[in-house]
């Protein structure tokens, strides 16, 4: 089967109608479906498409008050769904994707090799060239937390919105439940994750050129991090505490009781000599080092466990013989 008829398109658009027309008349023929989201954008890019685009494939849908990114995709999403399309892929309206990297982006889920992939502007130092010196550096800083948040640890640029995703994730994932600002991309890695979905990274490189963002990095910043923190708190305590329960959940824990313990009892323990000016014995000094030392290397041994458990297969062949009717399978 070829690929044409197989993949719709989802286009957020908020202030790019100057970018619009020719986002789209890049999109090649591999594409069957596209849907622009009007996401109650003031240049009312919506009606310029209606008024200045003819593809059959465009279908534009309109927000009568702003959502974010993360709710124009949603919305499209579900409309994705109203068609037979196998994979949808979220492209942004602002020039900064390139159309023509649509077959890369969704052949391997095509070929049933993953669940979701997403573009990667740091494979190589020679692709991140272009790209703002702040908004580099901001993404490098959360890239951490999002690995934690996530549980997706290898991959890299997790702000990176050039994605596609298997319909069988769309029907399977609570899309109401995913955030609906610039942390959606992240936000979905999570939830992605508790699906045990098969998440690939495809190389890419940046495109940077007069296109504005409404992105500010700085403003942002602090929303993501509380974000990832919220959200690898709740992977860790519903992978190791409710879904299962292993070595590894014991080893998070009493490392987590042993570092806290052995700090807090040498930050005591260092108070009270220094208000005395009596150095600590060496049996004092130890009671503190050993605790955390045994934390840490609990920590770390739960942490290599984790690093190994990243969803290895798709699942989408699962959920899609779950989710079809037995009267329709062959």
């Known amino acids: 089967m070829t690929t044409i008829a197989r993949i719709a398109v989802v286009v957020p658009c908020y202030r790019v109608r100057a970018q619009i027309l020719q986002v789209i008349g890049a999109i090649g023929p591999e594409v069957g479906w596209i849907f622009v989201i009007d996401d109650a954008c003031p240049e009312q890019t919506g009606d310029w498409v209606k008024e200045q685009c003819a593809d059959p494939r465009v279908t534009v849908l309109t927000h009568s008050g702003n959502l974010g990114v993360g709710g124009a995709v949603v919305t499209g999403y579900r409309r994705a769904l ?32 993953a669940d979701y ?26 890239s951490f937390f999002s690995k934690l948040s996530s549980g997706y640890w290898q991959l890299s640029d997790p702000t990176n ?22 942390f959606f991309e992240s936000d979905l890695l999570y939830h992605l994750n508790q699906a ?46 409710l879904r299962g329960f292993s070595v590894a959940s014991i080893e998070l824990l009493l490392g987590s009781i042993l570092l806290v313990a052995g700090g807090g009892f040498g930050l005591w323990q260092w108070h009270i ?22 934390g840490m290397q609990m920590l770390l041994s739960w942490l ?15 959920l899609r013989d779950r989710q079809t009717p037995t009267s329709q399978r062959d």
């Open 196 to 241: 045990r979905a098969l998440v690939i990274d495809i190389p890419m490189k940046a495109r940077y050129e007069n296109e504005p963002s409404s992105l500010q990095p700085m403003k942002v910043f602090w929303p993501f991090l509380l974000g990832h923190l919220r959200n690898g708190l709740r992977r860790i305590c519903y992978t190791y505490f």
């Open 304 to 318: 290599n466990f984790d690093v190994a458990s990243e969803p290895r297969h798709p699942v989408h062949p699962m």
């Open 273 to 294: 000599s220094s208000e005395s000016g009596i150095p600590a014995t060496s049996g004092t000094v130890m009671l503190a080092a050993l605790p955390i030392i045994l």
């Open 161 to 182: 919105g050039y994605t596609a995703i298997r319909r069988e994730l769309l029907t399977e994932l609570e899309l109401e439940r995913l955030a609906r600002r610039y």
């Open 117 to 142: 992939s997403k573009g990667n502007r740091f494979h190589r130092v020679s692709y991140a060239q272009g790209m703002p010196a702040l908004r580099l550096l901001g993404n490098a800083g959360l």
């Open 82 to 113: 109203a068609t037979p399309a196998e994979v949808v892929i979220k492209l942004d309206g602002d020039g900064q994707m390139d159309p023509a990297q649509i077959g890369r982006i969704a052949g391997p889920l095509l070929a049933g090799q």
